[in-house]
């Protein structure tokens, strides 16, 4: 029995081994019980358990690396129930990201974490009610628990919950009604409740409660409401309140900045002309509109005009009395368009080859006539013409497209067809009812049919030669024509993002600054990695059609990795697509895996990696899209992006009394040390965690006012980090060269291999510079010196004690002049000459810190 004890004793000493360093009862020593007790094994390549645990990969630990507050564990197959005295036990923990595992249920004392500013639990398997103790987190800042198997009623504590501005409970089993507290929580910018099963109605005051929410997202629940209930949510942009009980007319909810607007599958009504989309309201933002399943009377409104913008159109299945087509070709950017069930009369317009980008086309269920026009449409993959009076042959241009089509129907009509290379399955499913006025008959009833009548062997042996010259010629004729095609470089400009994508590849795109080629043979071929939706079937053509063909127009920005396209993918997805256009010296599975590995690094303030596409040699970035711009563009007044449609000479920003920034419109964003302080320490805390919470750390090598965003909240987001790593060795020499004005000493070609973290602290000194003096690295004018940089300048102020002159004069009374002074002389130590000399970001941080504003969270 001693012996027992004594080899159990071993056993257990040997497990525990690897977290033997973690002295007890300390925050490194909670961690490593919380990943071994999940299932994380001890070998694992992420971790070096012998190592103090704020060099972890996903700790990130403060200035004295005594306590854990942020911890990622995103992704690492964590299953079971968290148990309890682990991270419940994380005192000063504000953020916790366990996205993307196996997780079963959350621990007691998880809800005494009252320094929590940001908790992910989505995508995992947590079952059971959400307990009161929410309201505990009195900081929480963004809750998502979206994807679980969540039950009950959504606890009234949460109007507890007052800092909150992003909530998401999506995908769950909530029930009864929204909680009334919810409209205590007046910061939301972000609520997305679909796909529940609540109901009952919205609480009183809620579309006036939330000043400053832009995405509401109530899709898939049974809740009661009426127009009134959103008609004041001013700054909302996004408005999914799709398969609900909403009554009312479609005019109380539709408001001027919207981009997306999806109100289908409810009960609203009235007459569709009453909807007036003129010259009072400016529908330049709109690119999503779907208001299918309605009750909707009238004429098909002709008034969209100012729609210029718009991609996805659905009107379908309303009650609209009968009319002619609309005049659709006025959306030159269309995508998508649904009008089925829409009492269409009359023929299909010869316009609709106007609309290049087209994608889906649904007239089926109408009273159309006339013949199926000539379609030049090279980007229509889904078309229905199903359930109509249509008559005459299907274009021999239709007939070529069919085979790379995702879809199409042409059943019910009174069409005649002539194509025996169609399956007998085909001609079931989509040309159902078709007639046969041609030698080789479509309908398979009627060749069934002539058949049983006719067994003369002289009949059937004209009518096989017949069918084997048919198929001789039809076969000659796509063999001319795919030849043709082969060789043939596909150009976007002017036409469409798919050219028979099947056999036209590769694909050419220009920019300003280059040329960029996808050697992509087939559009649909070639996915597109989602990560948080990795059930959605997104190929390369989805990318394509996003991006409308990556038009110039719908550029945002051109820097060393590439240009940066802004798009939505199906489901209204909003994305920024990075192009690497350098190429890249790794394989496709060692590039997946680092984007993989990218995709599972998650901060406050980092732009999330949303996915990824490998098209032939080009890497393709997926980013969430940052609505409110990068901070060069902002602190030098550029416009948002290359080309957008945006108008930011009517957009300011102003401070209100709880440290927010409310959007009320233009001079004004970064007219505070405060908020300008916040960008600062927000960069510097990205930075941090990328050379500190990360093994191996990842060096930026591109840090600049361009790569920092402003997300939803105006929060600070760094984005392009580890990008240099997709490259392999395929970038060296662009990245020595460094951006001008941010290149540190060491950036030299030859010393491009030693490259460590202080490379990255030379370029945010610079950032640090530029926010403070408003100055741009080089080629603005510096007093007392010529052809200076920005760095020279101010570190020469520094050396004679004039730091206070470099000071910009937009925020000069807008704080303390003694922090201000203390900021720039931070910037001093990070741009030393010998990296050695220059600070970790850690203790930059640390220092910032120490200067921060009253008031600054």
């Known amino acids: 029995m001693g012996f027992n004890f004594f080899a159990s004793l071993l056993v257990l000493s040997l497990l525990l081994k690897p977290f033997a360093c973690q002295q007890p009862n300390t925050d490194g020593f909670y961690v490593s019980q919380f990943l071994q007790k999940m299932g994380l094994s001890s070998s694992s390549s992420l971790y070096n358990f012998s190592a103090p645990v704020c060099s972890w990969s996903g700790v990130f630990c403060d200035s004295e690396n005594e306590y854990v507050i942020h911890l990622v564990a995103s992704g690492l197959e964590l299953s079971g129930s968290i148990p309890d005295t682990t991270i419940g036990k994380l005192t000063k923990l504000q953020s916790l990201d366990l996205s993307n595992n196996k997780i079963t249920g959350l621990p007691s004392d998880l809800w005494s974490l009252g320094s929590l500013k940001n908790l992910n639990l989505s995508h995992n398997q947590i079952s059971g009610s959400l307990p009161n103790n929410i309201g505990n987190f009195g900081l929480l800042e963004s809750f998502d628990i979206s994807s679980n198997n969540f039950s009950g009623e959504i606890p009234a504590d949460i109007s507890s919950l007052t800092s909150l501005r992003v909530l998401r409970l999506s995908q769950n089993g909530f029930e009864m009604g929204i909680p009334s507290g919810i409209v205590g929580c007046q910061s939301l910018v972000e609520i997305d409740l679909s796909s529940n099963r609540l109901n009952g109605s919205l609480p009183d005051s809620f579309g006036a409660a939330f000043t400053k929410l832009k995405s509401l997202n109530l899709a898939g629940n049974e809740i009661h409401g009426r127009d009134s209930d959103l008609s004041e949510m001013k700054s909302i942009t996004s408005l999914n309140i799709s398969g609900n009980l909403f009554k009312g007319s479609v005019m109380g909810v539709l408001m001027e900045l919207l981009e997306v607007i999806d109100l289908s599958k409810n009960q609203f009504e009235g007459h569709i002309s009453q909807v007036q989309f003129n010259a009072s309201y400016n529908w330049s933002h709109l690119v999503y509109l779907d208001l299918s399943e309605n009750q909707l009377g009238g004429e098909l409104f002709h008034n969209l005009t100012e729609a210029q913008n718009l991609k996805h159109l659905n009107l379908a ?11 659709v070709e006025m959306f030159p950017s269309l995508e998508y368009l ?3 069930k829409t009492s269409l009369t009359g023929q299909i317009p010869d316009e609709l080859s106007q609309l290049s980008s087209l994608s889906t086309l649904d007239l089926s269920e109408n009273h159309l006539i006339g013949q199926i026009p000539f379609l030049s ?7 229905d013409v199903s359930l109509n009076n249509l008559s005459g042959e299907v274009p021999v241009s239709l007939l070529e497209k069919l085979p790379w089509m995702k879809r199409f129907n042409f059943s019910y009509n009174n069409l005649t067809l002539c194509a025996s290379e169609i399956s007998t399955e085909t001609l079931k499913k989509s040309f159902f009812g078709a007639s046969n006025s041609c030698p080789i008959a479509a309908n398979p009833a009627l060749l069934r049919s002539q058949a049983a009548k006719d067994n003369h062997k002289g009949l059937k042996l004209a009518l096989a030669l017949a069918l084997s010259m048919v198929c001789l010629l039809v076969g000659l004729l796509f063999l001319a024509v795919g030849c043709r095609r082969k060789t043939r470089m596909w150009e976007v400009k002017p036409t469409s993002y798919k050219d028979e994508q099947t056999i036209s590849g590769p694909f050419s795109f220009q920019t300003d600054s280059t040329t960029w080629v996808a050697d992509v043979k087939q559009a649909t071929s070639v996915l597109v990695v989602i990560f948080e939706k990795p059930l959605l079937n997104f190929t390369f053509a989805d990318l394509l059609s996003a991006t409308s063909n990556f038009d110039r ?46 995709g599972r690094i998650k901060h406050p303030n980092l732009v999330p990696l949303t996915g990824y596409c490998l098209a032939g040699e080009q890497r393709i970035a997926i980013y969430d899209y940052m609505e409110n711009g990068n901070l060069q563009n902002l602190l030098h007044d550029l416009p948002l992006g290359v080309q957008t449609t945006e108008d930011w000479s009517t957009d300011t920003w102003e401070e209100d009394d709880n440290n927010g920034i409310q959007h009320v419109g233009s001079e004004g964003l970064l007219t505070s040390w405060r908020f300008r302080h916040k960008i600062a320490l927000g960069a510097a805390r990205a930075l941090a965690f990328l050379h500190h919470g990360c093994s191996p750390p990842i060096i930026h090598r591109d840090v600049k006012a361009s790569s920092v965003y402003l997300d939803y909240n105006l929060e600070p987001r760094l984005s ?3 990008l240099a790593k997709i490259f392999g060795s395929g970038l060296d020499e662009e990245i020595s060269l460094g951006s001008p004005g941010y290149v540190p000493p060491e950036f030299t070609q030859a010393e491009c291999d030693s490259l460590t973290p202080k490379s990255d602290v030379y370029c945010f000194g610079v950032v640090l510079f530029e926010l403070i003096t408003g100055k741009k690295p080089s080629g603005d004018d510096y007093p007392e010196e010529k052809e200076a940089t920005l760095v020279s300048w101010v570190r020469g ?8 002159s470099a000071i910009d004069p937009k925020i000069r009374d807008t704080g303390r002049d003694d922090q201000m002074e203390e900021a720039l002389k931070i910037g001093y130590l990070c741009t030393a000459d010998l990296p050695s000399k220059r600070p970790s970001m850690q203790q930059i941080v ?9 008031g600054n969270q």
């Open 317 to 327: 299945h309303n009650r609209f009395t009968r009319h002619a087509f609309p005049s």
């Open 338 to 340: 649904n009008l089925s």
């Open 720 to 722: 392009d980090f580890g």
């Open 846 to 854: 640390g220092l910032l810190k120490d200067i921060e504003p009253a």
């Open 377 to 383: 449409l090279e980007s229509l993959q889904v078309l």
């Open 553 to 598: 127009g719908t550029l945002l920005a051109e820097g060393k990795f590439g240009p940066v396209y802004r798009g939505f993918l199906p489901g209204g997805i909003h994305v920024a697509v990075k192009v690497l256009v350098h190429g890249s010296t790794l394989t496709d599975q060692e590039a997946a895996r680092e984007f993989e590995y990218l």
């Open 797 to 804: 102020l520094v050396r004679k004690n004039k730091v206070s």
